[in-house]
């Protein structure tokens, strides 16, 4: 894996854990990490097998749970927590979040309250009529979500 590959892969779990209403803590600590790690000039590869956890821990941001994370990551290409994240809350429920309109809390207010975790589900759903049930969508917003819809 390459550093922006898991730079990305932080990216989206800190993400999921906003749509979870996770520690903002945890959330900070992943995406500061994953800032770091996406313009890091030397391969993370390269450091994992040259210094080990210590030589990852001297990237900034990158303390020793994160740096654990990154050594899966380049040897299964998962780590534990990411597996355990994506059996709870659907990796597909990212992809609501790149439509206007939506943001972590809509995501996460659709997914819960009405069992959307997809694009999919989405428009299954807005066919439906189901934006005018959600609260905190008003007329405009609900434009912009059928309007991008319609271009996916």
């Given at each position: 894996m390459t550093n922006s590959e898991i730079a990305r892969r932080f990216y989206r779990l800190a993400a999921?854990?906003?749509l979870r209403g996770d520690d903002p803590f945890r959330l900070r600590s992943y995406r500061n990490a994953a800032e770091a790690l996406e313009v890091w000039?030397?391969?993370?590869?390269?450091?994992?097998a040259q210094e080990g956890l210590a030589g990852l821990q001297s990237i900034p941001g990158v303390g020793k749970a994160i740096a654990g994370?990154?050594?899966d990551l380049l040897e299964r290409g998962t780590f534990d927590a990411w597996e355990r994240l994506v059996a709870e809350?659907?990796?597909s429920l990212l992809d609501l979040l790149e439509l206007p309109g939506i943001g972590p809390k809509t995501a996460a207010l659709l997914h819960q309250?009405?069992?959307?975790?997809?694009?999919a589900d989405l428009k299954t759903f807005v066919a439906g009529g189901g934006l005018d049930l959600v609260d905190g969508i008003g007329p405009k917003t609900?434009?912009?979500i059928k309007e991008s819809l319609a271009q996916s």
């Open positions: 999921l854990m906003e000039p030397t391969p993370l590869k390269q450091i994992a994370k990154i050594v809350t659907p990796e309250k009405f069992k959307v975790s997809s694009i609900a434009e912009k």
